[in-house]
């Protein structure tokens, strides 16, 4: 019996970290909308975020939109959290960035390629990233510099903090509470000295 892709892609299990995260970049999301002032304000992100501004609210939600990644990409689960991670590093590094319902698709796309490409031994490349994130491949490409740059190229992530991100991750997925909206927590002392 042949499956249609719908088929196939239903019985794919979903994995516990495409949902932590969609909660908790949903909530921070909300959160940073609600600190927006006025759609005026918001027509001026700050210039280490200018390329993940979007003019419109992409219809598909966060969470459709991981499983949508999750599901055209063969990117193991621990990219995930490492997308997180350098997600968290990305605002820690441009404190004036928040994330919010105009960047946060256009980042999770660019971080998880950058995770990807960074930690697994078969990755789509970005032509691919750019068809499953709805972009074009000269976006996708600007965006991944842009992150790069972002990052300052701080892409190596050690077992303690993979660890202490996950611990996080789980905690968070009872708790789902945000202390600083505009960030997204737990960036390990050991990193902050790396500085």
Do not use: W
Request: proline share 4%; with cysteine.
């Amino acid at each position: 019996m042949v499956q249609t892709p719908v088929e196939a892609e239903q019985k794919k299990i979903i994995p516990l970290i495409i949902n932590i995260l969609s909660a908790l970049l949903k909530r921070t999301t909300n959160q940073n909308d609600e600190l927006t002032e006025s759609q005026q304000n918001r027509r001026h992100p700050p210039s280490a975020a200018k390329a993940f501004s979007g003019l419109v609210i992409p219809a598909i939600s966060i969470r459709r939109y991981l499983e949508h990644i999750y599901f055209n990409t063969e990117c193991s689960t621990c990219c995930y959290v490492i997308a997180f991670i350098y997600l968290d590093r990305f605002l820690y590094f441009n404190p004036s960035v928040r994330l919010d319902s105009f960047n946060v698709h256009r980042f999770l796309i660019t971080a998880i390629l950058t995770s990807v490409k960074f930690m697994d031994e078969r990755c789509n490349g970005n032509a691919h990233f750019a068809y499953v994130g709805g972009i074009s491949v000269s976006e996708m490409k600007e965006l991944e510099v842009d992150f790069l740059f972002g990052l300052r190229f701080n892409l190596n992530v050690n077992p303690i903090s993979y660890n202490g991100y996950c611990s996080f991750l789980l905690k968070e997925m009872s708790l789902l509470k945000l202390k600083d909206p505009c960030k997204l927590l737990f960036l390990s002392s050991e990193e902050e000295d790396s500085d």
